[in-house]
């Protein structure tokens, strides 16, 4: 078998997108998963992420959201499928706080259509309660993006575009030379002119030499039983976050799976990726079912799912995408701190320019591994 020009590592929704990218500018990939495409002990996968536009964590990423949509668009229509389902979002907390702030500012900015809304306009439209002295920017185009569809969706095209994928099939060390690059399995060696690495929850262990500071953090979601179901209906109910200070809380309506999704930003878990208890605790539900039975109480039912899911974080909450310090034949891309999903194949672009012509013209600043130093 001829050695590929680019090898991924990583079959999450950044190592599909990459690999796609790649294989679509002409060049051999091979992709190397250690489980199945489509796994759940990662980050990618689940039945729901949020993409919205009113993105409060600042500007770039509110621009590389309205870059990314149509690109999305794009894969549905070459594959007839639908990945993106609009049902507006709002962003619900103290209206001098982070997230109110920033989402306003980011609709301003870029001129989104939005409405600026106390919490009595917010309770009349939908089924919140208690919402008190907060307010919320409300944008009707957030979509719902059907994750794991996507993951398997972006597989089926890279497949299509010639890129050979190994599942089962874990990458235990990875060498650079000047001639390129040799990558270690258990029972094989593959060499390649270049290499990606989107090892989400994994690139530390896998890259060790460059004492990354992330942590890995569990995640829970928990889908409740609802009083009202058509209610929580995604034609009618928005995706929301709620700033209620100790934590981020955030959920969809009924979509993928019986029940109303729930989530949250709290806590720091940190763990092992090979070692996660994924069976739910009791703390998993406690503080969740608090934010429900005070906020949303026509979903304060029986929780009817639980699942478990990995953050990367950095320090900061922003992104790596650069090139390994020790070779320009290598790119890392990591850290997504539980907000990377949206923005794959955008990413996968980044990661195939800075792959195979050295650099990009989109502004990686903010993801640069030397703010690290
Ligand atoms: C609960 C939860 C909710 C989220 N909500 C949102 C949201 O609403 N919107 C949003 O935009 N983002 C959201 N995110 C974040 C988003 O899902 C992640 O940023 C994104 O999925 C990261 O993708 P990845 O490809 O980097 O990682 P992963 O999906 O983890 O992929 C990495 C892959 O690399 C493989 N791998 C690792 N090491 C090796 C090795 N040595 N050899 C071979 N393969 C290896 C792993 O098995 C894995 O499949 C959420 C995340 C979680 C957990």
């Keep these: 078998m001829a050695s590929p020009d680019v090898i991924v590592v990583g079959g999450g929704v950044m190592g599909t997108s990459a690999a796609l990218a790649v294989a679509r500018r002409g060049h051999r990939v091979t992709l190397l998963e250690q489980f199945a495409i489509g796994h759940d002990r990662g980050s990618s996968h689940g039945a729901s992420r949020i993409l919205r536009y009113a993105y409060f964590e600042g500007p770039n990423y509110a621009r590389m959201v309205q ?3 149509p690109m999305w668009r794009a894969i549905e229509s070459d594959t007839d499928s639908e990945l993106m389902h609009r049902c507006g979002g709002v962003d619900i907390g103290p209206r001098s706080g982070p997230l109110v702030t920033g989402a306003l500012q980011a609709c301003q900015e870029l001129q989104l259509e939005h409405e600026l809304l106390s919490g009595t306009d917010i309770e009349s439209r939908w089924p919140f309660a208690n919402l008190g002295e907060l307010a919320g920017v409300y944008q009707p185009d957030a979509c719902i993006l059907a994750a794991d569809q996507c993951v398997a969706t972006l597989a089926e095209l890279a497949g299509r575009s010639g890129v050979d994928i190994w599942q089962n099939a874990k990458v235990t ?5 000047d001639h390129g690059v040799s990558v270690s399995l258990d029972d094989d060696t593959i060499h390649a002119d270049r290499i990606i690495v989107t090892a989400g929850p994994w690139t530390h262990q896998l890259l060790t030499e460059l004492n990354l500071p992330l942590s890995v953090i569990r995640k829970a979601v928990l889908y409740f039983d609802v ?3 058509g209610a929580f209906d ?7 976050i709620v700033d209620k200070h100790d934590a981020y809380y955030y959920g969809f309506g009924t979509f993928g799976h019986p029940g109303v999704k729930v989530g949250d930003h709290l806590g720091r878990d940190v763990v092992d990726p090979d070692h996660v208890e994924r069976s739910m605790r009791r703390d998993d539900e406690s503080h969740v079912r608090r934010f429900v039975r005070a906020h949303l109480p026509d979903a ?3 929780v009817l799912r639980f699942e478990t899911c ?3 974080m950095t ?4 992104f790596i995408i650069d090139h390994h310090p020790a070779s320009e034949r290598a790119v890392i891309a990591g850290g997504f701190s539980g907000h990377g999903f949206k923005f794959g194949p955008l990413i996968g672009e980044m990661l195939a320019d800075l792959a195979i012509d050295g650099s990009t013209d989109h502004d990686l600043s903010r993801f640069r ?3 690290f130093a």
């Design 300 to 302: 304060d039912g029986e």
């Design 369 to 371: 591994l030397d703010r």
């Design 67 to 69: 870059q990314v949509a």
């Design 173 to 177: 060390s990875i060498a650079f030379s």
């Design 315 to 318: 320090p900061d909450e922003d």
């Design 234 to 240: 995604i034609r009618r109910f928005p995706i929301y």
């Design 310 to 312: 990995l953050y990367t």
């Design 227 to 229: 009083h009202r179901p």
